[in-house]
């Protein structure tokens, strides 16, 4: 039944629901990732949440935690289709994912926080607070509010079901929903029994029943609390510690014994008393409920005994009453008043604060394309769109690191797969040529695989690379001191800037010319580097960047095509080999990674700003090792928000990537498994987690496939990375023994 006066259903306006004798305001909290956090952080975040609540005072609030379906349609519709072949085969491929997710039963974490108000403008002040503080509140819609509203009669009957009447059976434990041939069972749980203090972590109580349940099963909390005041506050504690003190003193007047329960109430009151007269901190005075939707009734009894058991081992006692169903589930409803005020709890701040009730292990940013699933205490969609950052301007480089084979450069693949058919201009510096069936996918019918050798003799000439020959001069002197020993390469730098000067204002300069300068050098050390650079140009690599008169053909960006860069033969060095240890043919390839990454950079130069573009680089270790590879990759890093560019960088160990310049323009890491005790440090650093123990743990048992995910939010937690089709697990598959 309705209270009398109050109509059966509100208006909604603007984000406030009006029921006729008073307004609601409802506002959204963004939820926050805390699984893989340091102690500090999470007690950061409740206490931040603490205050924000304790702002509000005095009020009466309401909290929802809901766990919303995820809408495929309303993905799909928001992803933008390109013209041409690249996109017919992107809605071929968006089909099959929204087909592979449809039955996924996948969700969302959404979380509401309602006050009442006597007037708008009130409620309108309670939300600047909420906004401006930790929990960065946003007013709800009324789109939002009508659903919750929805939701509340028919919770577990399922979308189909939300444009037909309900029909409610109230059984004295629980309520049967009827609706269009279907029927859910739902039971609401109350908590009667708090204990005095929650281990922290460890005692999230609003998100314990996540992880709890099954599927088939929907759980949702509904938190009714007034805040109130210290001196409130104060008088209230000292009435029930007295009462209670009475109780037990005439209770031993009888010689018998005081209940345990009794004398832990004392406790817990004197506990309190201490806490409000010396913090002067307002308290919560609340009525946490669960409900509790299933398909049956042996589902809805299974699913409450797994709940009561849980939440016993917190020391928090649930039960199921008897024959304030109705009651209980008409109270849940958005703006509906308390019922059943004998369940009340009266707690510090913190301790629904430290529920964790806008925890959430969600990642991504919503709206991207689909790249896998959380593997927290919630499954949920994770969409990733490394083209958001440039956008946003935010950082644009994405760092992918982890052990060989662990799936670093099939989710490289991957990204790159879904930019090109979206219609983005795409270069991979593929040294293994691990891209070959990456190019053989539908929509990938223009896609080159070059493979540089004799034929592009002179496409890495710094002098013919760019038209500012300040630059040249600098990339000259940059890939001849690392074709040279390092013992030799430092003292030459003099020597090689004069070169470099003259050969720049010769009428053709070339990088073979500055060599042959070197050899006529008055110093015999300059003359015999001279001749061992010029011997060095004869080798079959070497043309590529000593090429002469020759002139090199061009390479462009096209949108929507990928180009993949190779090298037959290129014997690049182990990772981790300091430059001393590195042989003449090492030497050469760190070189001409160094030199393809100023082609990249110039190939993002000379394109439109307005045309989204992606490079990726494999083996990224083998940039980063040489000074101007780790400058180039920086400066096409910086550049990237004003050229549109997503630069995605690949390597086995993150300490490659963890160069200061590189990280400072991360915007988001995959870090995949790692054992090595020196390497986990730098993965944790990578990812920006705090190197704790159980953290470090955490990335030395990730499954192949699995990897630590930290978004362009700054979220962190566990991604499983799904292809989705067989046809793209066999086309990424550089690891044959390999199948997930």
Not at 351 to 369: R, V, W
């Amino acid at each position: 039944m309705v209270r009398a006066g109050r109509r059966g259903y509100p208006r909604v306006e603007d984000g406030v629901l009006d029921w006729g004798d008073g307004l609601w305001g409802y506002w959204r909290l963004p939820t926050v990732s805390f699984e893989v956090l340091g102690y500090d952080q999470r007690v950061g975040l409740a206490l931040g949440a603490a205050a924000a609540l304790g702002g509000m005072r005095p009020a009466t609030c309401h909290l929802v935690v809901v766990a919303r379906p995820w809408s495929v349609g309303d993905w799909k519709l928001g992803l933008e289709v390109t013209p041409g072949e690249g996109g017919r085969a992107w809605t071929a491929y968006l089909e099959q994912v929204a087909t592979h997710l449809g039955g996924a039963g996948l969700t969302t974490r959404q979380v509401y926080l309602g006050a009442a108000g006597s007037n708008r403008d009130k409620l309108e002040a309670t939300g600047r607070s909420l906004a401006t503080s930790e929990l960065r509140a946003v007013a709800a819609s009324d789109q939002d509010l009508r659903w919750l509203l929805r939701r509340g009669w028919r919770r577990g009957l399922g979308l189909h079901a939300w444009g037909a009447p309900v029909q409610v059976r109230n059984a004295p434990r629980h309520l049967v929903l009827s609706c269009s041939g279907r029927q859910s069972y739902v039971a609401f749980l109350v908590a009667v029994r708090f204990p005095p203090t929650l281990p922290y972590p460890g005692g999230e109580w609003l998100q314990r029943f996540e992880s709890v349940v099954g599927e088939g099963v929907e759980v949702e909390a509904s938190v009714r609390f007034e805040v109130v005041p210290p001196r409130q506050a104060a008088r209230d504690v000292s009435r029930r510690l007295v009462d209670a003190t009475d109780q037990a003193a005439h209770i031993a007047g009888t010689r018998s014994a005081v209940p345990l329960g009794l004398a832990e109430s004392i406790e817990a009151a004197t506990e309190l008393e201490h806490l409000v007269t010396s913090s002067q901190a307002p308290l919560a005075y609340t009525w946490p409920r669960l409900a509790v939707a299933a398909a049956d009734e042996a589902s809805l009894t299974r699913a409450v005994g797994d709940l009561i058991d849980s939440y016993r081992d917190l020391g928090i006692e649930l039960v199921r009453p008897r024959g304030d169903q109705l009651s209980l589930m008409m109270e849940a409803m958005p703006g509906g008043f308390l019922r059943q005020r004998a369940y009340q709890q009266r707690q510090p701040l913190i301790t629904l604060a430290g529920s964790m009730f806008h925890g959430s292990s969600e990642l991504g940013d919503a709206s991207g394309p689909y790249i896998g699933t959380t593997a927290g205490f919630r499954r949920s969609a994770v969409h990733f769109d490394p083209l958001a950052a440039p956008l946003a301007n935010r950082p644009t480089t994405v760092a992918i690191c982890g052990a060989p084979g662990e799936g670093k450069t099939t989710l490289a693949q991957l990204l790159v797969y879904q930019m090109a058919l979206r219609g983005t201009a795409v270069v991979t510096v593929d040294p293994k040529g691990d891209a070959r069936g990456l190019l053989q996918l539908p929509g990938m019918e223009d896609a080159a695989q070059v493979e540089l050798g004799p034929e592009h003799a002179g496409l890495l000439d710094p002098f013919r690379m760019t038209s500012d020959l300040a630059e040249a001069r600098l990339l000259a002197v940059g890939v001849l001191q690392a074709l040279l020993p390092p013992s030799l390469g430092g003292g030459m730098e003099h020597a090689l800037l004069n070169c470099a000067g003259e050969e720049s204002a010769s009428g053709t300069p070339c990088l073979l010319g500055m060599v042959r300068r070197l050899g006529r050098s008055p110093s015999s050390a300059v003359r015999s580097a001279g001749s061992a650079l010029e011997s060095l140009a004869d080798l079959p690599l070497s043309r590529l960047c000593f090429a002469g008169a020759r002139a090199r053909p061009p390479l462009r960006f096209s949108a929507g095509v990928v180009m993949a860069l190779s090298f037959p033969g290129i014997d690049l060095p182990p990772p981790g080999l300091e430059p001393s240890d590195l042989t003449l043919a090492e030497r050469l390839s760190v070189a001409l990674m160094g030199m393809v990454t100023a082609l990249c950079n110039r190939l993002v130069t000379d394109s439109p700003p307005g045309i989204p573009k992606a490079v990726m680089f494999d083996e990224a270790w083998a940039m980063t090792k040489s000074r101007v590879g780790r400058s180039l990759v920086e400066r096409l890093a910086r550049t990237g928000r004003s050229r549109n560019t997503a630069l995605l960088l690949v390597s086995q160990n993150a300490g490659d990537l963890c160069d200061e310049a590189v990280t400072n323009n991360v915007g988001a890491s995959f870090c995949f498994r790692s054992t090595d005790e020196s390497e986990l440090g730098e993965v944790l650093r990578l990812a920006k987690v705090e190197p704790a123990q159980e953290h470090a743990r955490l990335v030395a048992g990730l499954r192949n496939g699995q990897c630590l995910f930290r978004d362009l939010d700054g979220r962190v937690g566990v991604l499983d990375v799904d292809l989705v089709t067989e046809e793209l697990r066999k086309a990424f598959n550089t690891t044959p023994d390999r199948h997930w």
